[in-house]
């Protein structure tokens, strides 16, 4: 009596203990968590490699300019079509007070206008159609990034400044004025991501809280998982915080969207498995602790072997040239350590809470010692009941459909889109864009840049003029002044260790594809004619983040396979069981990709995809779809160890069946949620991972899978053997 009020005490004071240190987390996790963005980094060219060629002109061309900037471009246009004489008096005082006006938010130590983070003043220029003007607000990239007292950076307060007082000052005028170039891009998607800490999150909760009510009926329940995956989230939020203030990782605003989503899909799915085990053995035995020490016992393998499984497969990204790519590897493993963290140890205390009245959580449906129902009844146990049946046909017919969903995979066009693309939203940055290109050479303002050694300056210059794409090039002197493309063409050129600049004007935007394309050709151009000539500038900085993310695709995809196969094989101790679940998943992540290059194409009408997509898409779909065919075999080889291999099968399917269905189910609503972010990356992933989760969890899970093992038998577990002689 008197050591079973010791354990008593003894776990009375573990789950205190417990919930004490999640308390804990979650005060000083939730405030991370609010502190994410201003964390973020979201410069392109600090994600490429040292090795590529932009980054390596970069440095090389700095040389050549005073001062690095990130020009904000103001376009207006008349209402009435030409800019009279007053309109162009009026758009000159305005950009004459335009470093005057103030930075919103700063604080007493920050800079307080926007004069102080300019390299000169506004300059304005006038097209040559008469019908627009433009005025060049060059901000120091080294203030560019930088936060004032409100959280918020100097680019999106000086965009957001300038776009207000622009519309009341120009707009009696009767002028029209937008706000673009590479800094309006930068507000803008700023405030897309801005959505992340808020909209995304609580449209990810409610759509999981709601599927919850409906899969456990219960009123409390939905809100003990849904604590799980917040107090899982707090964890994540304040490790991955932590990592970037210090430059340990970095965090871009994707990286920030899917680890929220990521943390709370995985918490939950992994909750419902513990509490659909728990509740199980809740009808075994008298005791909650009993009944949560048995559940544990049995959920700890396949639940630590999913985890394992996601995380080890997302850190096969730090294989990625990209440093975008790079910093998501660890911070979706540091996700997934946290929702596996949370609900195993926070909500098995949570639902200890009250002793043995602990089992109310489950009201109006309490389970009871003596109502055993191992074996589910309803559909899934039909569901199995077909499998066994008609094995072959279910595999043989579903195997079919995925390969003809796979067959459209090649129309997928994952080679990169144009930043004016990016948006699903209109914005000012992507108006005042194709405003700027309606009316100027729209590659003038970040031109593309050639450093050759000088002796091949002749040669470089005339391989750069006659490459299609191309308005201009010329070499940068002391004489230059004024925008790009200006400098007489007779004046001596800049030398600096033996080499010149050349500048580079393409008649498309440098942040288009076109130009892109162009730049791809004078690479070829001006190597052929100074095989050490480096090439550089926005455009340049695109082709090789595009190569970069067509080199990791075929690099990380072979990796991640096989790290996750060898953890299927050391799990399920078998090869042939292995080799089935990667083939299986991997042939319904071709599918996905095929009905995804369809829709994308002929009925969302988006212009393309970056390479990045199909590589996410690929890490967290066969990471988490092999999860689902996890846990389904590993109560498949618990059952057959007893009952035989194909009793087995149809055992675990009928058990398995609900809860797996319900955590696929929560995964895909808290993935479809990103596509509240209007952004083309974050909903292409939404549509693919929402899709492919649901692919896995309903056919290759409940059919495939299932019906192939089922048909093998024992021949499944080779070159393991299991204890039942039975098929």
């Given at each position: 009596m008197l050591r079973n009020s010791r354990g008593a005490v003894l776990r009375a004071v573990l789950v205190v203990v417990a919930l004490a240190v999640w308390l804990g987390i979650g005060s000083f996790g939730g405030m991370a968590q609010g502190k994410l963005s201003t964390v973020q980094t979201n410069d392109a060219a600090a994600f490429l490699p040292s090795s590529a060629e932009s980054t390596r002109a970069g440095v090389l061309g700095e040389a050549f300019?005073?001062?690095?900037?990130?020009?904000?471009?103001?376009?207006?246009?008349?209402?009435?079509?030409?800019?009279?004489?007053?309109?162009?008096?009026?758009?000159?005082?305005?950009?004459?007070?335009?470093?005057?006006l103030p930075l919103a938010g700063a604080g007493p130590a920050d800079p307080a206008t926007v004069g102080a983070v300019l390299t000169g003043v506004p300059v304005v220029t006038p097209s040559q159609d008469g019908q627009a003007l433009l005025v060049i607000i060059p901000i120091t990239s080294a203030s560019a990034g930088t936060l004032?007292?409100?959280?918020?950076?100097?680019?999106?307060?000086?965009?957001?400044?300038?776009?207000?007082?622009?519309?009341?000052?120009?707009?009696?005028?009767?002028?029209?004025?937008?706000?673009?170039?590479?800094?309006?891009?930068?507000?803008?998607?700023?405030?897309?991501?801005?959505?992340?800490?808020?909209?995304?999150?609580?449209?990810?909760?409610?759509?999981?809280?709601?599927?919850?009510?409906?899969v456990y009926r219960s009123p409390l329940l939905p809100f003990v998982v849904m604590l799980t995956a917040v107090f899982g989230l707090s964890l994540a939020g304040l490790v991955v915080y932590e990592l970037a203030l210090h430059g340990v990782l970095v965090l871009n605003g994707q990286a920030q969207g899917i680890l929220s989503i990521l943390v709370v899909g995985a918490a939950v799915d992994y909750s419902?498995?513990?509490?659909?085990?728990?509740?199980?053995?809740?009808?075994?035995?008298?005791?909650?602790?009993?009944?949560?020490?048995?559940?544990?016992?049995?959920?700890?393998?396949?639940?630590?072997?999913?985890?394992?499984?996601?995380?080890?497969?997302?850190?096969?990204?730090?294989?990625?040239?990209?440093?975008?790519?790079?910093?998501?590897?660890?911070?979706?493993?540091?996700?997934?350590?946290?929702?596996?963290?949370?609900?195993?140890?926070?909500?098995?205390?949570?639902?200890?809470?009250?002793?043995?009245?602990?089992?109310?959580?489950?009201?109006?449906?309490?389970?009871?010692?003596?109502?055993?129902?191992?074996?589910?009844?309803?559909l899934w146990t039909r569901v199995a009941a077909f499998v066994g049946r008609r094995a072959r046909a279910a595999w043989v017919v579903t195997a079919l459909v995925l390969v003809a969903g796979a067959a459209f995979l090649p129309t997928l066009h994952a080679t990169g889109t144009s930043q004016t693309d990016v948006f699903l939203t209109k914005v000012d940055a992507v108006a005042g864009e194709k405003v700027l290109a309606a009316h100027f050479e729209a590659g003038l303002v970040q031109p593309s840049y050639v450093v050759a050694?000088?002796?091949?300056?002749?040669?470089?210059?005339?391989?750069?003029?006659?490459?299609?794409?191309?308005?201009?090039?010329?070499?940068?002197?002391?004489?230059?002044?004024?925008?790009?493309?200006?400098?007489?063409?007779?004046?001596?050129?800049?030398?600096?260790?033996?080499?010149?600049?050349?500048?580079?004007?393409?008649?498309?935007?440098?942040?288009?594809?076109?130009?892109?394309?162009?730049?791809?050709?004078?690479?070829?151009?001006?190597?052929?004619?100074?095989?050490?000539?480096?090439?550089?500038?926005?455009?340049?900085?695109?082709?090789d983040s595009q190569l970069s993310g067509e080199r990791d695709l075929r690099v990380i995809v072979p990796a991640v396979l096989l790290v996750i196969l060898l953890i299927l094989m050391l799990l399920l101790r078998s090869v042939v069981a292995a080799v089935v679940l990667m083939a299986a998943n991997v042939l319904s992540f071709a599918a996905t990709l095929g009905v995804a290059a369809i829709l994308f194409n002929h009925v969302f009408g988006f212009p393309g995809a970056d390479p990045a997509v199909p590589l996410y898409a690929f890490c967290f779909l066969v990471a988490l779809g092999v999860d689902y065919s996890i846990f389904l075999m590993t109560r498949v080889r618990e059952e057959a160890a007893v009952v035989g291999t194909r009793a087995g099968v149809r055992r675990g399917l009928a058990v398995t069946g609900s809860v797996i269905t319900s955590a696929g189910i929560v995964l895909a609503a808290t993935f479809a949620a990103l596509g509240v972010i209007p952004?083309?990356?974050?909903?292409?992933?939404?549509?693919?991972?929402?899709?492919?989760?649901?692919?896995?969890?309903?056919?290759?899970?409940?059919?495939?899978?299932?019906?192939?093992?089922?048909?093998?038998?024992?021949?499944?577990?080779w070159p393991g053997r299991l204890a039942s002689g039975a098929e």
């Open positions: 300019v005073d001062t690095k900037t990130l020009p904000a471009l103001l376009v207006v246009t008349s209402a009435t079509g030409a800019v009279t004489a007053s309109q162009t008096s009026a758009v000159r005082a305005f950009a004459a007070g335009i470093p005057r004032l007292a409100d959280g918020k950076g100097v680019t999106t307060a000086l965009v957001a400044g300038v776009r207000a007082a622009a519309s009341t000052t120009l707009a009696p005028a009767g002028l029209q004025s937008w706000v673009t170039g590479p800094a309006g891009f930068v507000a803008d998607l700023v405030n897309a991501f801005g959505g992340i800490d808020g909209i995304l999150l609580l449209v990810a909760l409610v759509a999981v809280l709601l599927i919850l009510v409906l419902l498995l513990v509490v659909a085990r728990y509740r199980e053995e809740l009808r075994r035995v008298d005791g909650t602790y009993d009944a949560m020490r048995r559940a544990l016992r049995a959920s700890v393998a396949p639940i630590s072997a999913s985890a394992g499984t996601v995380a080890v497969g997302l850190l096969c990204l730090l294989l990625s040239d990209l440093a975008s790519n790079r910093s998501l590897g660890p911070v979706a493993a540091i996700g997934i350590a946290s929702a596996y963290l949370a609900a195993m140890t926070f909500l098995p205390a949570l639902l200890l809470v009250g002793g043995a009245r602990a089992r109310f959580y489950f009201w109006p449906r309490i389970p009871r010692p003596g109502h055993d129902r191992a074996v589910e009844t309803g050694p000088v002796a091949d300056q002749g040669a470089v210059l005339a391989a750069a003029t006659r490459t299609p794409g191309v308005a201009s090039a010329t070499v940068v002197s002391a004489a230059t002044a004024g925008p790009p493309g200006t400098a007489p063409a007779d004046a001596p050129p800049i030398v600096v260790d033996g080499r010149v600049r050349i500048d580079v004007v393409t008649a498309a935007a440098s942040d288009t594809q076109a130009a892109v394309a162009t730049v791809r050709d004078l690479r070829s151009a001006v190597h052929a004619a100074s095989p050490s000539a480096l090439v550089g500038g926005v455009a340049a900085q695109s082709l952004l083309l990356f974050l909903a292409q992933l939404a549509f693919i991972v929402a899709f492919g989760v649901l692919v896995d969890t309903l056919v290759v899970r409940s059919l495939l899978v299932p019906a192939l093992v089922h048909d093998l038998g024992r021949r499944t577990w």
